[in-house]
């Protein structure tokens, strides 16, 4: 074999590959035009960053590429690829980003730069300086750039620095084994993101007087955006003074990691700012004040002892607003769920504080009762969509991109998941993670395709022991006793809140036996357990399965008896099933294609049947956890459960009442939630049947709203139903709101377009005309109608509270449909009121007015000990309800503990004689109501509640919500106990 030559002649030739390279991708060639452009299609260049350059080109090319310039001779094709090695393997800046490497004529890599990319004289001489070193390390050394453009460059570079090892894909760790390692860019596929909002609407009885609140049930009321715009935002909209605060949150595997990983490449390129990652379960018993300059700071500089003038410098970027901490996986922190968030909490002060900040964190973690971080603005990112006429074909993107360099596989893939009888995978990987783990599962095995998320996994976890089969043989009986030790070191760490994902040495050793031998060094060698720090309280190392949710599937593994989760027949059960935490471990074990499906089903009725003797909340909770549950096997209950969750959702007939009877808002918001998650196809098979048989026209718009917009885009039962009400409803307004609803089912529809034109047309009211026109515009953009109505009222009317309606909707419109924008600035009127400065100044000022009223702080009060008396005396001599209510709120936020209040809003709440009096009451008591007390409210509600619920909720509907807000701040053990004054035992 020939030696490697790392000689002069070598260096030149790699140099000039290099120069010609940096030329190329910025623009300056000086060349012949014609070839240059001749050459262009065939290399594509893309920079990642200032100093990251990615390149997709043949040999042939590159040879092309070094004689371009007048005089010079083109490398041949053994020279370029030996250069090309040379720049990877030597002075080190080329990463190889081919999936295959067998035969060397296509080459895809990634150019990690020294210097800046436009500075490339001085990334010319750190290449001289770089190849000189490593050839004979005591040359001395050659006049390096000065690369140092001031502190905030510096501190810039140190950062990027810093980010490098975060720019790769996630699943690159399970992949790269195989040859199979992806640039993020190269795969990654934007998903839409959602704010998440408060939605009270949500959690009301909506009376049949006011139907047209119903109709949007599926609609969930956030801003949804772009990441680009999301982008755009966190350094636009930031008026106040104050740093950002974000939460980036959802299921796992839902992107969240990959979604900040794109935040921080964005925030280094588009911005000045200086964007710091921090994985969470680093920190260990650390602050994060500590971390950042004892660890961060340190691996950063690369020094092992910091200055004091080091230290200060870092600090000043975050005093003056530079710094976004990107803090990665609140879930890992080996901690109690609202502990963890507390504790970020108490980290985000002193000057830590000014840093803007943005952090990932699971939904069960974030929603598991208090949060000490509720004021951060909360995102999360939609899933993958197949694509309809309102949202491309995402899964397909993915795909595409990820068998790029094997597109007939991805095609076949593609095709498999289309076939009958897919809809649960195709369902369960919308999430990014799982079709990344069934993309490598294809690639590997192209085998039995899986349905649930356990056989997905399942396969996932065959395919890696096959990866290794040649490095690290493995016997079916060592794969089953290894796969049985992993599952009994994930259930034993679920269970305890001392250890969760960060598994002790010692802790692990307890379970599979000492690291350098059996089963422990195997899971190491396998890659199923990794070393992922040092505990600084023993020294020890710590742990980690490679991510949580393989943990969960190991666990359910572990489980051979579903009482393991609840045992109905003893008084001990631990009510697993009531526990977050729990919920993924579940619908895995039911996904098990090894556990009968008579157990599966034993288990299901057992939730069904669950009676909690406490008001019926956690009975619901079983219940809503069982059809979600049913989504994973073909359970024979799959019918009962769909018919339950339907009359639930919508209600049902009273014969001898002789009308409609709805459940209280609680149990209707949980049903709505359930049929969300229950198997999809019984689930639109019960909707359309629901659609057919019912006589209620409110709940069957309610239905076909729901079927047609999500569980299935433009189902023909749904469209049909609400073609007929559109055509049946006489009253103007509610008409308005059928046809915009079918209209969202249906763009376009014939039926929708011609009822808002005749409302337009038929109507006396500018209110009704200028709805009528929005929600055509919405439907039929460019509506000839639609946008001639604007201009009718815009010049007819004196109502200015109109106009500003209308330039809202104006505004709104085009935002949703940006080639709106064409139609609008074709007539004038429309076109100078969407321009129009005075309402930009009005917008303005609410804000303004807004944020001066929030920032408003309440007088001191003087004497309170007088004022809680007064309250006091007021409450008693009031006779008005209302008056009396405001006072005990007031008195409840003056003085918590204050009996007085406390009783007197739990008897408004009770037994207050107007219905608007119980709903604020009970609101007011969200707000004041302290742990201690809720364990005191419990037993005071529960006389409300009997068998006969469904004859008593009208009267007690604001108690039942009372009731379900104390359900989700409580164990069921806690709730149990409050309820009937006796403790419940958890033992065994």
Request: charged fraction near 25%; hydrophobic fraction near 40%; charge should be neutral.
């Amino acid at each position: 074999m020939a030696r490697v030559s790392h000689g002069p002649e070598a260096k030149k030739r790699a140099c000039r590959l290099f120069a010609a390279l940096l030329a190329y991708a910025n623009d300056a060639l000086d060349c012949d035009e014609s070839a240059l452009n001749a050459l262009q299609p065939h290399i594509q260049v893309r920079w990642l960053s200032e100093s990251r350059l990615v390149i997709r080109t043949k040999v042939r090319f590159l040879q092309a590429l070094t004689g371009l310039q007048p005089g010079q001779k083109p490398l041949n094709a053994d020279q370029i690829k030996e250069s090309l090695k040379r720049l990877a393997d030597f002075v080190e800046i080329l990463e190889d980003n081919r999936s295959t490497r067998g035969g060397s004529e296509n080459w895809h890599f990634t150019l990690n730069l020294w210097c800046h990319r436009y500075d490339i004289e001085g990334n010319l001489k750190r290449f001289e300086y770089e190849w000189e070193q490593r050839r004979n390390p005591t040359t001395p050394p050659v006049s390096l750039p000065l690369t140092n453009r001031g502190a905030r460059e510096e501190w810039k570079e140190i950062c990027e620095g810093m980010l490098r090892s975060q720019q790769r894909l996630t699943t690159n760790p399970l992949t790269s084994v195989d040859g199979m390692s992806f640039e993020l860019d190269a795969v990654y596929v934007p998903l839409g993101l959602v704010e998440r909002k408060q939605r009270d609407r949500r959690h009301e009885d909506i009376l049949p007087t006011e139907g047209s609140r119903l109709y949007e049930p599926e609609e969930t009321e956030v801003i949804q955006s772009t990441l680009s715009s999301f982008l755009e935002q966190l350094v636009s909209i930031n008026d106040s003074q104050d740093p950002h605060r974000i939460a980036i949150v959802g299921e796992p595997g839902a992107g969240k990691t990959t979604l900040l990983q794109k935040v921080a490449g964005w925030i280094l390129e588009k911005t000045q700012d200086l964007p710091i990652w921090v994985t969470l379960a680093d920190l260990q018993t650390k602050s994060l004040e500590d971390y950042l300059i004892q660890d961060w700071l340190r691996a950063a500089i690369r020094k092992r002892h910091v200055s004091v003038e080091t230290e200060e410098t870092f600090c000043e970027q975050f005093a003056q607003g530079r710094v976004w901490l990107l803090l990665d996986a609140v879930d890992e922190m080996a901690m109690e769920s609202s502990y963890a968030l507390s504790r970020i909490a108490s980290f985000l002060t002193g000057w830590v504080g000014n840093a803007n900040v943005i952090l990932t964190c699971r939904l069960n973690v974030w929603d598991a009762g208090k949060n000490a971080l509720e004021y951060f603005k909360t995102y999360r990112n939609l899933n993958f969509t197949y694509g309809s006429h309102q949202s491309p074909n995402l899964v397909r993107q993915f795909i595409q991109h990820w068998f790029q360099d094997n597109p007939v596989l991805g095609e076949r893939l593609l095709a498999e998941i289309e076939q009958q009888g897919r809809q649960r995978i195709k369902d369960a990987v919308k999430n990014p993670l799982r079709l990344a783990l069934m993309c490598r599962t294809w690639t590997l095995a192209q085998g039995e395709f899986p349905s649930t998320k356990a056989m997905l996994y399942k396969q996932f976890v065959e395919a890696i022991y096959e990866w290794k089969q040649d490095r690290f043989p493995t016997t079916f009986t060592q794969r089953k006793q290894l796969n049985q030790a992993l599952g009994e070191l994930a259930l034993q760490a679920l269970s305890s809140a001392e250890t969760k994902f960060r598994l002790s040495h010692h802790f692990v050793c307890k379970v599979l036996g000492a690291p350098d031998e059996g089963l422990f060094q195997l899971a190491l060698l396998l890659g199923w357990l990794n070393q992922v720090g040092i505990s600084e309280v023993k020294g020890e190392k710590v742990y980690g399965f490679y991510h949580p949710t393989f943990q969960e599937y190991f666990a359910a593994l572990a489980i051979d008896d579903w009482r393991f989760f609840f045992n109905p027949e003893l008084s001990h059960t631990s009510y697993r099933i009531f526990e977050p935490q729990w919920r993924e471990v579940i619908l895995l074990w039911l996904g098990r294609d090894d556990i009968p499906v008579q157990a599966k089903d034993e288990f299901i009725k057992a939730l069904i049947r669950f009676e909690d003797g406490v008001g019926n909340y956690y009975s619901y909770q079983a219940y809503f956890l069982a059809a979600t549950g049913i989504a994973e096997f073909p359970c024979s209950f799959s019918s009962e459960i769909l018919t339950s969750l339907i009359k639930w959702r919508f209600g049902y007939y009273n014969p001898t009442q002789n009308q409609w009877r709805r459940f209280p808002a609680p149990v209707q918001e949980g049903a709505r939630v359930a049929l969300l998650k229950t198997d999809r196809k019984c689930a639109i098979m019960h909707l359309e049947e629901f659609i057919q048989t019912c006589h209620n026209e409110f709940e069957i718009w309610s239905a076909a709203y729901s079927l047609g917009k999500t569980f299935d885009p433009g189902n023909k039962t749904a469209i049909a139903a609400l073609e007929k009400l559109v055509r049946l409803i006489r009253l103007e307004s509610l008409r308005l709101q059928a046809a915009d609803s079918l209209g969202k089912v249906e763009p376009g529809n014939k039926v929708a377009v011609t009822a808002l034109t005749e409302i337009i047309e038929s109507t006396t009211k500018d209110s009704i005309r200028r709805k009528g026109a929005y929600f055509l515009a919405k439907i039929d953009p460019g509506n000839k109608v639609a946008l001639s109505t604007f201009v009718e009222i815009i010049t007819k009317s004196d109502n200015s509270v109109l106009r500003c309606q209308i330039i809202d909707n104006i505004r709104a419109l085009v935002t949703e449909n940006p080639s709106i924008l064409s139609y609008v600035n074709s007539i004038p009127v429309l076109a100078q009121l969407l321009n129009n400065k005075i309402y930009e100044d009005r917008d303005e000022t609410q804000k303004r007015l807004q944020k001066s009223s929030q920032s408003r702080k309440p007088a001191k009060l003087v004497d309170t000990t007088k004022f809680i008396t007064a309250l006091e005396q007021g409450i008693i001599s009031a006779q008005n309800e209302d008056i009396k209510g405001n006072k005990a709120f007031k008195l409840a936020l003056l003085d918590p503990d204050n009996t007085v209040a406390f009783n007197t809003l739990i008897e408004l709440v009770k037994y207050g004689k107007k219905d608007t009096t119980r709903k604020r009451t009970v609101e007011n008591l969200k707000k004041v109501l302290r742990d201690e007390q809720i364990l005191k409210l419990v037993p005071l509600l529960k006389d409300c509640f009997s068998n006969q619920m469904s004859l008593e909720m009208e009267q007690y509907r604001h108690c039942y919500k009372l009731i379900w807000y104390c359900g989700e701040k409580l164990t069921y053990v806690d709730f149990h106990q409050a309820w009937h004054k006796q403790k419940l035992s958890t033992e065994g």
